[in-house]
């Protein structure tokens, strides 16, 4: 079944299309709760108030939800075409019955865009949905203990060591892995925010796993993990300022994520973005995110020389590592944009810089 077959009357297109998406949301919710790193998180309970949830169960409700309404708008779709998760199973038919050399010989530019942006769906949306509940609960939590910490007159600065800036800082996340969740799991011409190309290169998709669960404790094991998300500075003084710096950067990350808006996503081009932080530099969040991880590392580097300068070095080429890591994420994105979209030239040439003014 070939995806131009797929035009069939509306009605049935309608309901076909339907019924391929919920069909992969479940297989893509399966497929994550059997994997067993995820294990301790869908265990993991959660409260708010009388409410009382297993992990396991908000992904369920949030998978049951999210296809009841994706089922819902494909249904009253004004002029369907065939969505992607329809031509994704239908190219999945096609190679159980037709040798691969032939099936990739034969896939159009649609299909191979729908086969991409599901098996990146499949992936992160799961992932993105449980990392948008974790921060929630963390940041209900800290938000809790801080209140409660002002109310009985608690010192200020153990206030903010303990809650205050894990509550921030767990808000931000929040902002930010929202924005990338409705990213991934809406898509629409309506909403202006198609999906018109994905990475095709394998050095992209790898530049860009390495950097999430589970692959990124690969990473970790390769280069080590020489920051900390809340480094500790015995200098009352320098303790406040870094940390308040590296919120304040990571607030910028957030905003990036924030205007990109509903075309938040990793490897795809959904159009170009030139607004808020993309105004200054091609890359706002990892620039933003390696340079709070720099300060976080400062006091584990610190301590890597005391006991020696190869371990000194050793522990700022970890560092280094991650950020080249995010360099090359960086470069095979600008390469996958340029080569589907001339605009994004233009683009390119009125922000200069990839990830710091004036320098580079």
Wanted: hydrophobic share 55%; aromatic share 12%.
């Amino acid at each position: 079944m070939h995806g131009s077959s797929l035009a069939v009357p509306s009605p049935s297109l309608r309901a076909r299309n339907a019924l391929a998406a919920a069909a992969l949301v479940w297989l893509a919710t399966g497929l994550y709760a059997a994997m067993p790193w995820h294990a301790t998180q869908l265990r993991e309970w959660h409260s708010v108030g009388a409410l009382r949830f297993s992990g396991r169960e908000f992904l369920v409700v949030a998978a049951a939800a999210y296809s009841l309404a994706a089922a819902a708008w494909l249904l009253l779709e004004g002029d369907p075409r065939p969505g992607k998760s329809l031509r994704f199973i239908g190219v999945a038919v096609r190679l159980l019955r037709a040798p691969r050399a032939t099936i990739a010989a034969r896939l159009d530019p649609a299909d191979r865009v729908a086969v991409l942006a599901t098996l990146l769906k499949a992936f992160f949306g799961p992932l993105m949905v449980m990392s948008l509940m974790g921060f929630c609960m963390a940041a209900w939590k800290n938000g809790q203990g801080l209140v409660d910490a002002f109310a009985s007159g608690f010192d200020p600065r153990l206030a903010f060591d303990r809650w205050g800036f894990w509550f921030l800082m767990q808000v931000i996340l929040f902002v930010d892995v929202l924005i990338f969740t409705v990213g991934y799991l809406i898509e629409t011409r309506r909403l202006g925010n198609e999906i018109r190309s994905v990475d095709p290169t394998w050095l992209g998709w790898m530049a860009a796993l390495l950097c999430y669960p589970p692959f990124n404790t690969w990473t970790a094991m390769i280069l080590g993990a020489q920051h900390t998300d809340f480094p500790q500075f015995a200098n009352e003084t320098l303790h406040l300022v870094l940390n308040g710096l590296l919120l304040a950067l990571m607030a910028v990350y957030a905003s990036a994520s924030v205007a990109l808006g509903l075309k938040a996503s990793n490897l795809t081009h959904r159009g170009i973005v030139a607004r808020g932080p993309y105004a200054i530099v091609r890359h706002p969040a990892y620039t933003c995110k390696n340079m709070a991880w720099w300060i976080g590392s400062v006091p584990l580097v610190s301590l890597a020389f005391d006991r020696g300068v190869s371990e000194g070095l050793l522990a700022l080429a970890s560092v280094a590592g991650w950020t080249a890591l995010y360099a090359l994420r960086a470069l095979t994105e600008e390469d996958h944009l340029r080569s589907v979209d001339g605009e994004y030239a233009a683009y390119a040439a009125r922000v200069k810089y990839r990830f710091v003014p004036g320098l580079v």
